[in-house]
């Protein structure tokens, strides 16, 4: 399964550069590069890296579960919309 595009999107939506992403997860610029064009083999400690700093907790339950984030993260809207509403 290749992440590389999920990677990308919640880097970006994160407002990083690749750069900035390598800094902080203590990677060079090209391994970014690499996952994000599914090149380089994602790691478990990268992953839970990458996205403790992008704070896109559902990106990673998406991964784990082979969910769309897209769809995950607007069930979760739902569910927590719902919550209020009948709380």
Same mark, same amino acid.
């Given at each position: /399964?290749? %992440?590389? +595009?999920? =990677?990308? #999107? @919640?880097?970006? +939506?994160?407002? &990083?550069? #690749?750069?900035?992403?390598?800094? +902080? !997860?203590? &990677?060079?610029?090209?391994? $970014?590069?690499?996952?994000?064009?599914? +090149?380089?083999? &994602?790691k =478990?400690?990268?992953? !839970?890296?990458? %996205? #403790? $700093?992008?704070?896109?907790?559902?990106? $990673?339950?998406? /991964? &784990?579960?082979? $969910?769309? @984030?897209?769809?995950?993260? #607007?069930a979760?809207? /739902? =569910? @927590?919309?719902? /919550? !209020? !509403?009948?709380?």
């Amino acid at each position: /399964m290749t %992440f590389g +595009k999920i =990677l990308r #999107q @919640v880097r970006i +939506k994160a407002g &990083l550069s #690749q750069e900035e992403l390598a800094e +902080k !997860i203590y &990677l060079s610029r090209s391994a $970014v590069s690499r996952l994000e064009n599914d +090149k380089l083999e &994602l790691k =478990l400690a990268d992953a !839970i890296r990458w %996205f #403790q $700093v992008t704070r896109a907790p559902e990106a $990673v339950a998406a /991964m &784990l579960c082979g $969910v769309d @984030v897209n769809a995950l993260a #607007q069930a979760l809207t /739902m =569910l @927590v919309g719902g /919550m !209020i !509403i009948w709380g």
